[in-house]
């Protein structure tokens, strides 16, 4: 059974951190592009960062290039989301995914998509108060 298990979402003040946890299981981790989405309500779900588990190649979307961080620790398939600095904009629920195997992960991680993700978790919400 497939398991993305993300954990670490909450309420933060403007300038605040959290660190968000994605916990894989069920389906091979290695050689995948793992990656963050959020969606803000009536938004549409838009890739936050990812990176490919073979090698740790990372990417970011513009806007939260340098305040947010995507790392793995693969002995345990798992994957963080760093964020500091956090803006209003940021609230969100975030959700992992794992991308579709038969496609070319560099395609999958450099620009994320929904459609080209093969599991989901089940999302963490992140609020910011002013």
């Known amino acids: 059974q497939v398991q993305l298990v993300e954990s670490g979402g909450g309420s933060v003040q403007a300038g605040g951190s959290l660190r968000l946890s994605c916990v894989g299981s069920g389906f091979t981790y290695s050689a995948r592009c793992m990656v963050w989405f959020r969606q803000a309500p009536g938004q549409e779900r838009e890739g936050v960062a990812s990176?490919?588990?073979?090698?740790?190649?990372?990417w970011y979307a513009s806007s939260v290039k340098g305040r947010f961080t995507i790392s793995q620790d693969s002995a345990s398939d798992t994957v963080f989301l760093q964020m500091n600095s956090l803006k209003p904009e940021d609230a969100a629920t975030y959700y992992c995914a794992a991308g579709k195997s038969w496609l070319a992960q560099g395609t999958v991680c450099g620009s994320p998509s929904p459609e080209n993700m093969h599991y989901w978790g089940a999302g963490t919400m992140v609020t910011i108060s002013s």
């Open positions: 990176i490919y588990t073979a090698d740790g190649t990372t």
